[in-house]
């Protein structure tokens, strides 16, 4: 019984007094439990739980199961996450489609078995070359689409793709805003060069990307359209459009008005429709797309435009996870001049169902997952 601490031997009856067999029994017993305890120490130390996927295809494929813990690399921290968000990225990659999203993580099946970028959480570990965080900082951010990992306890990501989390906000609240927020900052000032006092129009203003890049255009200051459903008016107007377009009242490519910049983040309207809304030297920045035939016309109708005449029609590229870019957003948070909006919650089990929620196409805000509380 060596290292056994006896005291939690009482059973009330002193040890001389109980018969040598009961004694070693006991004895037994606990070594049993002292050694069971061992065990769980070192798998919590080890290992966590993570949703995974070992085949493309629909939510049924995900399975919550016991995996092994990651460990930092030089650069990178170690998050215990809090909470996460689910992001287009997620359901395309799960899928493998379009067949692009292969080429990155697999053709037959997935390289990375794990999805998830946003991400916020408390740094439970730092690598050895890490200088921005130190462990218990409160962190929010966003992991590269090739490392998702985010639908899991744990998570590494490098220093720089994560920030320390604006003090005043939730896990849930820092984790809705990462990717939504790139996307709309990046097409907005990137591809869309906005300008202060431009007209903009945000189509899908009510979605995850689209009420982001509503906040993040008006914080440019510009006039913002925001075109969303019926139920969705007022929401849009609460974040800061100035005017909102009910699209099943109202085309907006035909109602007469002209944008400098319109931001698709629905991409269901043709290239002749975008140019017909935009004015002389105008600007389309296309986030998202409906169908394949509805990609490739922006992508190849959208460049012959562009090239032709003086408007411009694009998609954007891939958004980009960046540290400056970040820190850009955390301002916009600290100063409320971003507030994210979260339409729904669901524990990690339950990631299957908050994909196959987002893949409706009709999230009001983001959709959160929450894992640690
Ligand atoms: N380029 C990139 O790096 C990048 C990154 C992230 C996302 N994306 C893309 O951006 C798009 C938006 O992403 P998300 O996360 O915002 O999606 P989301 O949260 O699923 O957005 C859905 C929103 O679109 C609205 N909507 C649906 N049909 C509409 C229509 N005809 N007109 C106007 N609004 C409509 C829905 O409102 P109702 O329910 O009212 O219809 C819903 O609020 C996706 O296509 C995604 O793939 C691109």
Redesign the pocket.
Known sequence: MRGVDRRRLKTGVPSHVRHPFCRHLEERLLMDQVRARVVVRKKEDTHMRAIVYHTYGSPDVLKLEEVQKPVPQDNEVLVHVHAASV???DW?LLRGTPFLARLANGLQKPKNTKLGADVAGRVEAVGRNVTQFQVGDEVFGCIPLHELGSFAEYVCAHEDAVALKPARMTFEQAAAVP??AF?ALQ?LRDKGQIQPGQKVLV????????TAAVQIAKSFGTEVTG???T??VDMVRSIGADHVID?TQEDFTQNGQRYDLIFD????RSVSDCKRALSPNGICAV????TLPHLFQVIVLGAWVSRTGSKKIGL????NPNKKDLLFIKELLEAGKVVPVIDRTYPLSEVPEAIRY?EE??????VVITVAT
């Open positions: 992001n287009a990225a395309h990717l939504a996307t097409g189509n899908g203003a009510s979605g995850g990307v689209g075109v969303c459903s139920r969705n699209y983040a629905v991409g269901n986030a998202g797309f409906t954007m590229e891939t958004a987002l196409g009709h999230a009001q805000g983001k």
